[in-house]
């Protein structure tokens, strides 16, 4: 008796005890620290957030990305979300279109190097209230948008009309998706996104059965 009480234990714990790393990692702007809350309600408790409000790809003066990813054990990681550009005004001259996509290459090359069987996922930028700014975010949008086609990597459109609409707007479906800076999303937004996520990340692993 004493036994099968032992083995019963043993069985419990292996069966019980939470892994001891998360399988998924989002990191990028001030929008991951929402976007990662809700990752943990709707994927599972054990997601890992890192972000740093005002960073980008170009903008790395607050955080560098690619030294972040360099220096990461991305291994144990099944899911790697994305979440810059925000930040990111890409003009209208082929230097910065050629820098952005460099960045954005080297950043993504990486993170296959070091797990070629991870799944990447990137969320757009949303829209910016500010015209000006909204019109160089066009072009960030689009260079990550071709440089998921080349690279293999999945791209989220989260500025759909069953997400956050396909314009800057407040509200949508009756829910206050954006906040009144015209930069940031709500926690309804939120959810709205990591919704989307969610149904995606497992569309993708049906479609790698």
Do not use: C
């Not at 991870?118 to 969320?123: K, S």
């Not at 956050?164 to 800076?181: E, F």
């Amino acid at each position: 008796m004493k036994y099968h009480l032992i083995l019963w234990g043993a069985l419990f714990f292996i069966f019980n005890t939470r892994p001891l790393y998360a399988d998924t990692l989002f990191f990028g702007d001030s929008l991951t620290a929402s976007y990662g809350d809700f990752g943990r309600k709707l994927i599972n408790d054990n997601v890992k957030v890192e972000y740093v409000s005002g960073s980008g790809l170009l903008n790395d003066s607050k955080k560098n990305w690619l030294h972040f990813v360099n220096n990461t054990d991305l291994s144990e990681y099944d899911n790697v979300i994305i979440s810059l550009g925000t930040n990111d005004f890409v003009k209208y001259s082929q230097n910065d279109y050629n820098e952005y996509y460099i960045r954005l290459f080297n950043l993504i090359s990486e993170i296959q190097n070091q797990n070629p069987l991870v799944t990447i996922i990137w969320l757009s930028p949303p829209h910016l209230k500010n015209v000006e700014h909204e019109k160089y975010l066009i072009s960030t949008r689009e260079i990550i948008k071709n440089g998921a086609d080349i690279m293999q990597f999945h791209y989220i459109d989260i500025n759909r009309p069953h997400i956050l609409g396909t314009d800057w707007q407040s509200v949508v479906d009756g829910q206050k998706v954006r906040t009144d800076d015209g930069i940031h999303i709500t926690q309804a937004g939120s959810r709205r996104v990591i919704s989307e996520l969610v149904k995606s990340m497992n569309q993708y692993e049906n479609n790698n059965d």
